[in-house]
């Protein structure tokens, strides 16, 4: 039900003070929901009969070297291991508990924060794009705002502040810091759109590469991958 989306094509994008060129293209995207994009690969991987899945464990010590992981009081070994457990990785300090030293940090302070919410809008609505991106404008407006489509006929908005400034999550706070974008186009959307769900909001006051690259040493069978590595 993910919606089919002409990147260049169905995307207003505003910036510096006009709007970017549009063309129709090849590049086709699935725009969806995070909950169906992460259901489908799971529906995908349990079809796989070599493929076992276990839910709702508690994963103890993990020896990157054997290698081998803790699971509910199980000793379990594996030709491979992959670490995939996003920001709160714990393989940096895996590592150097098991003699292959610490990896180094690339850090950097973005203090970005983002308010969303799901919406539906107005079916008469007269505007010639599927995707609605307002950038924000360096040195004069430093706000941010995309509409973008996901399954069922559904919206999502995001509302993006940085330096530190926290987006609303109350209506009227969402709907002036709308307004407030260098363009009102984002806003005008929202006027008429219906409100499918409470604002949410998500900070993230740093983003962090962690240089395993750059490792003297590595276990053979040890791969980190996605936000635990970046």
């Known amino acids: 039900g993910a919606s089919v989306l002409d990147w260049p094509g169905d995307t207003a994008v505003s910036h510096l003070g006009g709007w970017m060129p549009r063309f129709r293209s090849d590049l086709k995207v699935r725009a ?20 076992q899945l276990r839910a ?18 199980e000793l379990l070994t594996a030709d491979l291991l992959v670490d995939a457990s996003g920001r709160g990785s714990q393989a940096a300090k895996w590592l150097a508990a098991q003699g292959f030293g610490a990896p180094d940090v690339d850090e950097v302070t973005s203090e970005t924060a983002y308010a ?6 107005d079916p008469e609505l ?9 950038m924000p404008q360096p040195g004069t407006n430093r706000r ?12 999502v ?3 993006v502040a940085y330096d530190g400034v926290q987006p609303p999550t109350d209506a009227a706070a969402f709907d ?5 974008l260098a363009v009102p186009d984002l806003a005008d959307a929202l006027d008429s759109a219906e409100v499918l769900s409470p604002i949410l909001r998500y900070r993230a006051a740093y983003h962090r590469f ?3 690259d750059r490792m003297a040493a590595w276990p053979e069978r040890f791969v980190v991958l996605g936000d635990a590595l970046c």
């Not at 709702?56 to 009081?73: F, H, L, N, T, Y």
């Not at 002036?176 to 407030?180: I, P």
């Open 126 to 134: 007269d505007v010639d794009w599927r995707c609605l991106y307002v």
């Open 56 to 73: 709702q464990v508690q994963v103890g010590d993990v020896d990157v070297r054997a290698p081998s992981v803790v699971v509910d009081g």
């Open 157 to 159: 908005v995001n509302l």
């Open 210 to 212: 962690v240089r395993f």
């Open 32 to 51: 969806c929901s995070r909950p169906l994009l992460e259901w489908a690969v799971r529906q995908e991987v349990q079809l796989r009969p070599n493929v």
């Open 116 to 121: 969303t919410r799901t919406i539906r809008l």
């Open 144 to 155: 941010s705002g995309l509409i973008y489509p996901i399954e069922q006929g559904l919206q």
């Open 176 to 180: 002036t810091f709308a307004r407030s």
